[in-house]
Nanobody, 122 residues
Framework: VQLQASGGGLVQTGGSLRLSCAAS????????MGWFRQAPGKEREFVAT????????YYADSVKGRFTISRDNAKNTVYLQMNSLKPEDTAVYYC????????????????WGQGTLVTVSS
């Protein structure tokens, strides 16, 4: 599985962005997916995850209520809708995939995308 993240950019505080992660391969629908982020000088942190079926999602407390993860298995794509963005959301965002959602949450996903930069100006 190859993952290609896109949709990052520069946005003002309070604005919105939608990230996409397109996956290659016919087994996408059997993988749990997740989003992580890494801010400058900080460690990578978990943001959100979604099960293969789309019915189980988890979010980091820092984004709960503002971000929404979703997927379209017909398009082999997972999305991260980010609303009410804050300067502290500035980071490179990565998508990850693994058959195990637990592995995704733990940051041990088998496959990773290349990252897309989100910058939130104050």
């Amino acid at each position: 599985v190859q993952l290609q993240a896109s949709g990052g950019g520069l946005v003002q505080t309070g604005g919105s962005l939608r990230l996409s992660c397109a996956a290659s391969g016919r087994t996408f629908s059997s993988y749990a997916m997740g989003w992580f982020r890494q801010a400058p000088g900080k460690e990578r942190e978990f943001v959100a995850t979604i099960s293969w079926s789309g019915d189980i999602t988890y979010y980091a407390d820092s984004v709960k209520g503002r971000f929404t993860i979703s997927r379209d298995n017909a398009k082999n794509t997972v999305y991260l809708q980010m609303n009410s963005l804050k300067p502290e959301d500035t980071a490179v965002y990565y998508c990850a995939a693994d058959p195990s959602q637990r592995a995704v949450v733990a940051g041990r996903g088998r496959y990773w995308g290349q990252g897309t930069l989100v910058t939130v100006s104050s």
